[in-house]
């Protein structure tokens, strides 16, 4: 059985779901198949990819954690608001959701309330497809919020944002009595501005 890989990274992206392979007219006999003969790689349970092809593994990470947003040290590092390299991927998750972590990368969940979670998704490109990240104002707000784990690197993370062309301080300001850190946060742009 030849597959067209063309055909469905046009349609669903490099990196697939198992539905998206039935949505596209394979059964499961054909799937599993097409990862024996190797024009479909298996990364983790309900997810394949397309072999030859490149992909940015947070992609998959995406698909295998639908309600997942990158935040904290991942969202700092896409956005480039610090030069900790963090050693797994750090996603945000509504409070009481459920989640089995992946094998194929390390995975840190942060369970959020609602406005948390809520305030600041944007989606982002990667190779192979797009993820959803807080925005760079949230991430600053994030890191002031849970300053006590995050420390020294919540200072780091305002100055390189405040440096930042396309910044936002009434955006920030506006995250910031949302999420009840402009006590915190507002001394620290006070000196920093």
Request: aromatic share 12%; proline share 6%; hydrophobic share 40%.
């Amino acid at each position: 059985m030849k597959f067209d890989t063309q055909h469905i990274s046009a349609k669903y992206g490099v990196v697939l779901r198992v539905s998206d392979l039935l949505n596209f007219g394979l059964s499961f006999r054909q799937i599993r198949r097409l990862v024996e003969s190797g024009q479909l790689v298996k990364v983790d349970k309900g997810i394949y990819r397309i072999p030859d092809q490149e992909y940015d593994e947070r992609v998959a990470l995406a698909l295998r954690i639908p309600t997942g947003v990158f935040c904290m040290y991942s969202a700092s590092f896409i956005h480039q608001l610090s030069n900790f390299v963090p050693s797994g991927q750090h996603l945000a998750v509504p409070k009481k959701s459920r989640y089995v972590v992946p094998d194929f990368t390390p995975v840190k969940l942060y369970f959020w309330e609602e406005t948390p979670y809520k305030l600041g998704v944007i989606e982002h490109p990667l190779e192979g497809g797009t993820i959803r990240v807080y925005d760079p104002e949230k991430t600053v707000c994030d890191f002031f919020r849970l300053s006590s784990k995050t420390g020294e690197l919540a200072i780091e993370v305002l100055k390189s944002y405040l440096q930042r062309p396309d910044r936002n301080i009434s955006k920030l300001f506006n995250y910031a009595k949302k999420l009840r850190v402009q006590n915190s946060l507002i001394p620290y742009l006070q000196v920093l501005s």
